[in-house]
């Protein structure tokens, strides 16, 4: 990549086989805290975070520091009870490590709240038709429930809001992690969201939770040379012009290319990136490499846009699937 488009480079995944059937019982539940918040929960030399995981068995950390960021991403994995037991834990450790009100109160205040972070197919199921879903878990907890309609960059996640006492967020979260695990499907192909700042997001890997695949996939993915973009661009563009590597299952490219190239014509076009595939797989997982040069808000809605194209695909081949095994059974 020529020095006169310093372009920042990413990395992502789009998965799209299915989860183990581990998965199927376990949940793996993100939040986004602050950077102080991160300190109270993993506790001096982690010992609250060892404590948590201890006394529900569940897997839990924190992500890394990055400089100027001050938001970190909480990660627990484990059934549902046990991760909303670790939450209500984690988030009465918050509120007793608060600062005192100056005001004096009659009673400690205990109200707070936690941001979840849920992939946006997700969000329907959550949120239930007309809102009755995410009304009647808020019923059922006592605690109140906000979900943001904006997609977090460079993902396809959401923030769902939910704030009240300890225990009544923790009942949310049980409420919402059944809701997940019975609609698990709708969240293959999620792209997470890491808080990132400026210099810094291109600098550092993508961490991947929710989808321990493989190690030192990235590494390789940087190594891989960028094509420049096609297009001139003003003297203002290339500095905000971002590099990002897309792993796709190979079984999978072709729906996204679609017939003659027109899916991916289309997609191009409406998100304003330029879009390359690899012709052949760059490792032993058979995945091809999709790399996406654009704006920060260009990359992002060719993402959405190449999740979506999955999601449908996913569906067709269920539907297809479904239809061939009643077939047989006829």
């Not at 990413?10 to 993100?30: G, I, M, Y």
């Not at 404590?51 to 529900?56: A, I, L, M, P």
Request: hydrophobic share 30%.
């Amino acid at each position: 990549m020529s020095s006169d488009t310093p372009a920042r480079v990413e990395s992502a995944t789009l998965q799209s086989r299915s989860p183990s059937p581990d998965d199927h019982d376990t949940l793996t539940l993100r939040a986004l805290v602050s950077t102080k918040d991160a300190g109270v929960i993993i506790g001096k030399a982690g010992k609250n975070v060892a404590d948590v995981r201890e006394q529900t068995g569940v897997k839990a950390g924190v992500s890394k520091v990055i400089p100027g960021v001050h938001e970190r991403v909480l990660t627990v994995s484990g059934s549902v009870q046990a991760v909303a037991k670790a939450y209500t834990l984690i988030i009465s450790q918050l509120v007793s490590n608060a600062p005192p009100s100056p005001v004096p109160v009659s009673s400690p205040v205990t109200h707070t709240s936690i941001r979840l972070l849920i992939s946006h197919n997700l969000m329907g199921t959550i949120i239930g038709r007309s809102g009755l879903k995410i009304k009647a878990i808020q019923d059922e907890s006592g605690a109140r429930m906000i979900a943001s309609k904006e997609i977090l960059p460079q993902s396809t996640e959401r923030i769902v809001e939910v704030q009240g006492a300890p225990d009544a967020i923790g009942r949310a979260i049980e409420e919402i992690g059944k809701s997940l695990l019975e609609d698990w499907e709708r969240g293959i192909g999620t792209v997470l969201f890491h808080p990132s700042a400026g210099e810094e997001r291109g600098n550092r890997r993508s961490e991947r939770p929710s989808y321990p695949r493989r190690s030192n996939g990235d590494s390789r993915d940087h190594g891989r040379s960028t094509p420049p973009p096609s297009s001139p661009t003003s003297s203002q563009q290339p500095a905000n012009l971002r590099t990002q590597n897309i792993s796709i299952p190979s079984d999978m490219v072709g729906c996204i290319i679609g017939k003659s190239g027109t899916k991916i014509t289309e997609i191009r076009r409406l998100s304003g990136s330029k879009i390359s595939i690899a012709k052949t797989p760059h490792d032993e997982t058979g995945e091809r490499m999709f790399t996406i040069i654009g704006t920060p808000e260009a990359n992002e809605k060719a993402l959405f846009l190449l999740y979506n194209q999955l999601e449908s695909e996913k569906e067709r081949r269920v539907g297809r699937d479904a239809q061939q095994q009643q077939e047989v059974q006829e």
